[in-house]
């Protein structure tokens, strides 16, 4: 089954190179990361290593509070930071907290022997989510390098449980030292399957959106968008086309949905921009403005990266873009605020929605809403407290993760 595996490895790099010379810009930032990640690794200098692996951004900020207390309680080792995603790596490719930065290398036997063995002294590997290369684990295995996942999460449907998924089943439980689980479900799960080494210890975001709440500094271009207006604000966060399409029609509800729309798109490319412009012609974009200029328009389109956790606490709803499409994006990013969350039908993967929507502090949208729980959002102040009292309950209820997986790391 390895080299079945290994075979699709190989396909996989095949397809990024056709990508590449055929002009696809992620394609190509990832095959120049995979040809330079000998340079960062001659950055470490013989210390103790820690190694995180997170897939693209998302799993980044997963991965941070975890990153961040071992290096507090480690504070002689380095650390080895990796991405798979080009979303990630461009991202945060100069994150201070770590000494070696890089697109982890394809998960081909050699590079793997030859990404490992120039990792000297290697004292642990993180994981996050559900980013699984074979060939690497196997080898960390081989060096007796102690290797964790946390904030995972595993359903029946996945492959590892179907009837052919067994050889992948023995590389869970043989591989990883420990496996730190999202939630009940996966954890009764991986023990059905012979896997004990596991333990339930949350997901990890909710330690990071809680950071970021503290510490999120005020945004002076977004206040000044908002300047002299006193009422509602929806602040629609990772859209892609069809939740922008569905905002501009139940913008058409002008009796009740707010006059100040705050759209920050998950992709920034000029094609993307200039079809928000379209159906909102009276936006501006939030690189034309500035903390002193007069904003002519009611939607701020925000062209920039790395503001959308900060923009939640103008918001009195949020929207998460992605739900009509593979996924939602991060809800967790505005629970943190307490500001109730909107979001389309494709939740199912995410436990936290699962959760949210139990508590009453979500609402569904499918391309022809019933909108008047939203419209009640908007108007009365009992149902909005109380969706947003859930947000905050939720939040309460599942900070600790990172002190629960470093606790047991250290025994």
Same mark, same amino acid.
């Given at each position: ?58 799993? *980044?900020? !997963?991965?941070?509070?975890? /990153?961040?207390?071992? +290096?507090?309680?480690?504070? %002689? &080792?380095?650390? $080895? ?98 496996? *730190?689980? !999202?939630?009940?479900?996966? /954890?009764?799960?991986? +023990?059905?399957?012979?896997? %004990? &080494?596991?333990? $339930? ?105 790395? /503001? ?104």
């Amino acid at each position: 089954m390895r080299g079945l595996y290994t075979i699709g490895i190989w396909f996989y790099c095949f397809g990024v190179h056709v990508a590449a010379a055929c002009g696809h810009r992620n394609a190509r930032l990832m095959l120049r990361g995979w040809h330079h990640w000998r340079e960062e690794l001659a950055k470490l200098d013989g210390r103790p290593v820690v190694w995180f692996h997170a897939a693209s951004l998302g799993e *980044f900020e !997963q991965a941070r509070p975890v /990153l961040e207390s071992y +290096r507090e309680r480690h504070p %002689d &080792h380095q650390v $080895l930071l990796t991405f798979f995603s080009p979303s990630g790596y461009e991202v945060r490719k100069n994150y201070a907290k770590a000494e070696a930065i890089c697109y982890l290398p394809p998960d081909l036997p050699l590079t793997v022997h030859r990404f490992i063995r120039q990792t000297n002294n290697l004292q642990a590997a993180f994981f996050v989510k559900y980013d699984f290369w074979f060939n690497y684990l196997g080898a960390l295995r081989k060096s007796h390098v102690p290797t964790y996942i946390f904030s995972a999460i595993f359903r029946p449907e996945q492959y590892f449980f179907k009837p052919w998924g067994r050889w992948f089943v023995r590389q869970l439980r043989d591989c990883f030292t420990h496996l *730190f689980v !999202q939630n009940e479900d996966s /954890l009764q799960l991986l +023990r059905s399957h012979g896997i %004990d &080494h596991c333990s $339930l210890a949350g997901d990890t975001r909710y330690d990071r959106v809680n950071q970021i709440v503290q510490t999120a500094e005020r945004d002076a271009v977004v206040e000044k968008f908002l300047d002299g207006y006193d009422g509602k604000v929806l602040v629609a966060g990772s859209t892609w086309p069809p939740d922008e399409q569905l905002l501009a029609r139940l913008r058409e509800s002008k009796e009740w949905f707010p006059e100040r729309i705050i759209i920050a798109p998950h992709e920034i490319h000029e094609e993307h921009l200039h079809s928000i412009e379209a159906l909102f012609p009276d936006s501006v974009r939030y690189s034309r403005l500035s903390a002193s200029d007069n904003a002519a328009g009611r939607v701020l389109i925000i062209d920039n990266i790395g /503001l959308l956790s900060k923009l939640y606490r103008y918001a009195t709803v949020a929207y998460i873009g992605g739900g009509f499409g593979v996924g939602i994006h991060n809800i967790l990013e505005a629970v943190a605020y307490g500001k109730p969350v909107v979001f389309g039908p494709n939740y199912h993967k995410f436990q936290e929605a699962h959760d949210l929507i139990d508590l009453g502090g979500c609402m569904i949208v499918d391309e022809h809403p019933d909108v008047s729980f939203l419209r009640k959002l908007f108007t009365d102040d009992d149902i909005y407290n109380a969706a947003s009292d859930a947000c905050m309950q939720l939040m309460r209820r599942n900070l600790g993760s990172t002190t629960k997986i470093m606790d047991t790391i250290e025994k």
